[in-house]
């Protein structure tokens, strides 16, 4: 999983931990109080697992001169289009 992979499946985790907190309808419905938080609070965890490590890849990939070192500027697009909400509309 790249970075960018992570950032967005952070984010979807985090979206999908709030659908727990009002499951009264569906089949999320029959679960107790106890149960829903447990999978909200697991979601959430996983969701900083990922977005630690979306974090680590884009701290070791900071600098998108390719040739100083840095990313190639196929990553960064990623990045941008991942994290940026300036290009979201052409990412998704």
Do not use: C, F
């Amino acid at each position: 999983m790249t970075g960018p992979e992570h950032y967005r499946e952070a984010e979807r985790l985090t979206e999908q931990a709030s659908t727990w907190a009002n499951a009264d309808t569906g089949w999320k419905a029959h679960l107790s109080s106890e149960e829903r938080i447990a999978y909200r609070m697991a979601d959430l965890a996983e969701a900083q697992v990922h977005a630690t490590l979306a974090l680590a890849a884009a701290t070791a990939l900071n600098d998108h001169s390719a040739d100083e070192g840095g990313m190639p500027l196929a990553d960064y697009d990623e990045w941008a289009k991942s994290a940026s909400h300036w290009k979201r509309g052409s990412a998704k």
